[in-house]
């Protein structure tokens, strides 16, 4: 099985296959989550409040919809992306930043996309922080969608705050459980990184298949599973 990674840019969606690694972007929508486990806030964001005709600022911290698990830590929010080490790239990763967020400033429908978008850019020039925070936007503006938190799940892994990265993809499965590139992404990270969770991992194969059918695919990731 390979690496699922689900990326949204440009406005536009696209599926392209690459070796170890899956980019897929269509949204779709189920169930709302239900509330999530709490802890250490990954981040402050700054609100802005308009109770007069000028917005004011303040500085109060948010309630986050993932903090960062028990036993997790990030060492550094920054990461060596595809565009890192090219100028070029990274002032074009910038410009759609900038093009993405006007589009954004009066999004209603479309702010969940926009803002995944938004999100796989910052992940292009190696911006972990700033990823996170639109991937947390894109997940308030639109719940029942499971792109945000695999995405999530994803950014998690790499910085290597594992348990939270275990909670987002789980969440994946949860809002969109038909889906199964969200079933085989969580089970691929289980099995990859708690490989000796058995219980736990049992119950991830027994709801992938309620959910999706006694695939090719989660035979074959059990047979990886057992692999010594």
């Known amino acids: 099985m390979e690496k699922h990674w689900i990326v949204v840019g440009g406005g536009f969606l696209v599926v392209v296959a690459a070796a170890g690694a899956v980019w897929s972007l269509f949204p779709r929508s189920v169930v709302v989550p239900p509330p999530l486990v709490s802890g250490t ?8 409040a308009s109770s007069t005709p000028k917005s004011v600022v303040t500085n109060r911290p948010v309630t986050h919809l993932l903090p960062l698990a028990k036993g997790d830590t990030i060492v550094s929010w920054d990461f060596k992306g595809v565009y890192t080490d090219t100028p070029e790239l990274v002032m074009q990763a910038n410009n759609e930043i900038k093009h993405l967020s006007e589009s954004l400033a009066t999004a209603t429908s479309s702010a969940m996309i926009l803002s995944v978008g ?41 910085l290597g705050a594992y348990q939270t990265a275990r909670i987002a993809y789980e ?24 490989k000796g969770e058995t219980i736990d991992i049992e119950k991830a194969f027994a709801a992938a298949e309620k959910n999706i059918g006694k695939t090719q695919d989660l035979n074959d990731l059990r047979s990886e599973w057992g692999k010594p």
Do not use: C
């Open 41 to 48: 806030p990954l981040a402050e964001n700054t609100i802005v």
């Open 118 to 158: 938004i999100a796989n850019q910052y992940e292009l020039i190696g911006n972990g922080k700033k990823q996170y925070e639109y991937l947390e936007r894109a997940i308030r503006a639109d719940m029942m969608n499971g792109l945000p938190w695999h995405n999530l799940g994803v950014l998690m892994e790499r």
């Open 171 to 194: 969440k994946s499965t949860i809002v969109q459980s038909q889906y199964p590139l969200y079933q085989y992404a969580y089970l691929e990270f289980l099995i990859a990184r708690m």
